[in-house]
């Protein structure tokens, strides 16, 4: 997903979705191995680019809220007394990438999270992140209004959300796709199925 406008007039509020509360950086989503790796690959530094985080109860359990469907794996990948990566964030809670007018990584270098928000994938049904700050989110009046907004479309977000899960090892089940098939496949199937319904979740 490209920084569209959306984003660029949120920046110029200083109100964005690559901003924490102080406080509420242990609900920061994680970054799996991959994504290390691949920022790391492409970017000349990332020195002080990451943080360590316990697992914490509450961690664990929005983690769970985001994937219903995988709590048991979840407790596997992200045991309590363990820990994980996340971006590193100022004082203020801005994200280290996070520049005057949005995120200063090319789309193709985000993390994924980075990427799908707000949208959410749960089953067979597409979700938008309750996100107040977002100029977007708060007057949209469609789903296809958001997603042009966005400059994405549903395919592409289900192609990320499925490296998502891949990276983590907690590909969801989708009428009976197993989480041992890869993306294609995956694709695949799921032009057998409806089109998703859109519904909203409470932002992580």
Excluded at 13 to 22: D, G, V
Excluded at 78 to 102: I, Q
Excluded at 159 to 171: M, T
């Amino acid at each position: 997903m490209k920084t569209s406008r959306v984003c660029g007039l949120c920046a110029e509020e200083s109100l964005t979705c690559c901003q924490l509360n102080p406080g509420e950086e242990e609900f920061c989503f994680p970054l799996s191995g991959l994504e290390v790796a691949h920022l790391e690959k492409h970017l000349p530094k990332t020195d002080g680019c990451f943080v360590s985080m316990d697992n914490s109860l509450a961690f664990i359990q929005t983690l769970t809220q985001l994937f219903p469907f995988r709590k048991e794996i979840l407790q596997q990948r992200f045991p309590l007394g363990s820990s994980h990566l996340r971006l590193a964030t100022d004082a203020e809670g801005k994200c280290v990438f996070l520049g005057e007018m949005g995120c200063i990584l090319s789309g193709d270098h985000r993390p994924l999270i980075c990427r799908l928000f707000p949208f959410w994938i749960v089953g067979e049904q597409f979700y938008i992140f309750e996100y107040e700050n977002c100029r977007q989110v708060r007057r949209a009046q469609s789903f296809p209004e958001t997603l042009a907004a966005f400059g994405t479309t549903a395919e592409a977000l289900e192609n990320i959300f499925d490296q998502l899960c891949l990276a983590w090892g907690i590909s969801q089940d989708i009428q009976g796709v197993t989480p041992s098939l890869d993306i294609q496949q995956r694709k695949v199937r799921r032009l057998k199925i409806p089109r998703y319904s859109q519904g909203q979740l409470i932002a992580p």
